[in-house]
């Protein structure tokens, strides 16, 4: 069985930052992609970015480049991402994923609970 564990989440205002963290247990993720869907309310789960197990490789939604970066700590299993220059809009619940690669949210086959990021305008 597969846990992931999203941390980070809060209330920031329109231009803050916020650094997200997935903690993955019960299993060994050696070799395998993680990374971070977001669902607003109303719209569809949305991919943001996801970053390979060694970190060489990273890929990110076109609308969150440049104001988002992933990254992750394979001695503690978990990956990051670092928020920077919100907006409204990024006001979202965010879920860890594991277990695929690429933007579609079928690919992955793990999934956190997800947290909670709510953006003031």
């Known amino acids: 069985q597969v846990q992931l564990v999203e941390s980070g989440g809060g209330l920031v205002q329109t231009g803050g930052s916020l650094r997200l963290s997935c903690a993955a247990s019960?299993?060994?993720?050696?070799?395998?992609?993680m990374g971070w869907f977001r669902q607003a309310p109303g719209k569809e789960r949305e991919f943001v970015a996801v970053i390979s197990w060694s970190g060489a490789s990273t890929l990110y939604s076109e609308s969150m480049k440049g104001r988002f970066t992933i990254s992750r700590d394979n001695a503690k299993n978990t990956i990051y991402l670092q928020m920077n220059s919100l907006k409204f809009e990024d006001t979202a619940v965010y879920y860890c994923?594991?277990?695929?690669?690429?933007?579609?949210?079928?690919?992955?086959?793990?999934w956190g609970q997800g947290t909670q990021v709510t953006v003031s305008s």
């Open positions: 019960g299993r060994t993720f050696g070799g395998n992609a």
């Open positions: 994923a594991a277990g695929g690669w690429g933007t579609r949210k079928d690919n992955y086959a793990y």
